[in-house]
């Protein structure tokens, strides 16, 4: 039994996703806006891929960086991209460094710090390379190219919302805080958070993203299924067993492997091939 390489030709994978649809139940809110915004918002990721310096909107929402749990508070969300960017917890969205970062290069996002003080493109960088939010370089890179593509991504086991949490277990908190106030709720809720971020091993072969193909209807309450899983190998292919052991617990999602050198991002899958016994 063999194992063989195949790499992904994701531009023509996303052209095929024109009339893709999920059983999301029922149409978003921002459904009736959507086709009114896509087209700004295309232009802008498809020049992300291209540019790698600051870009400006008329409209860019803005976001307050909370330095204990390595990731933004929306504190006001313009656009329809928001269906499809951060994740809802007790009626707020936060968003990972690597959607912070992103949203930013593509004019879509103003970062306040602590103190209500603007941070630069700079700062954001430089908080990527201090490795303290549970990212490296390579992986945003990853989650760049894929955005710049027009897939929705949102990090592995992280769920979208409270409400499209498939188990009590990704939510830890969420039953026990219940009866408690707002205040408690929060602080629970972003402790719950940072541990579900905090369990992504950078180092090891696992699933960092989950990928699903543009759709207008996507809806953060009920996702449905990935259309595929990325995992970020560094250095040398993964070892056939590592493979074999992540594959069956993927539940029957195609997974993608993704290696970044020099800023070139690649993705390839294994297929099992038996071949045909020689007389």
Known sequence: MLISCNFSSFGSFLMEATDWEISSGGASDDDDNFEQDIKEEEECLRSSGNMR??????HAS??????????????ENKGSLWTTSGIVRC????CSIEETLFLIEVGALHLLDHDNSSLSLKDVYKKVAEGKSECIWEQFEVYRHLK???YIVGKHKVPWSVKGARNGGDISSRSSIENKGSTDF??????SICELLNAVQLNEL??????YLPHSKFRKSSPGDPNFMVC??????????DIEVIERKSGGIPMKYCHVEHGRVCFFSF?????????
């Open 53 to 58: 310096k600051l870009q400006f909107r008329k």
């Open 186 to 191: 929060e602080s629970e809720d972003e402790k």
């Open 148 to 150: 710049s593509l027009g």
């Open 91 to 94: 009626g707020k969205i936060y």
């Open 206 to 211: 696992t699933p960092i993203f989950d990928v």
């Open 232 to 241: 970020l190998t560094r250095g040398y292919p993964p070892p056939k067993t």
């Open 271 to 279: 297929d099992k091939v038996k071949l045909p016994v020689l007389p």
């Open 62 to 75: 803005t976001a307050r960086w909370n330095d204990e749990m390595g990731m933004a508070e929306v504190l």
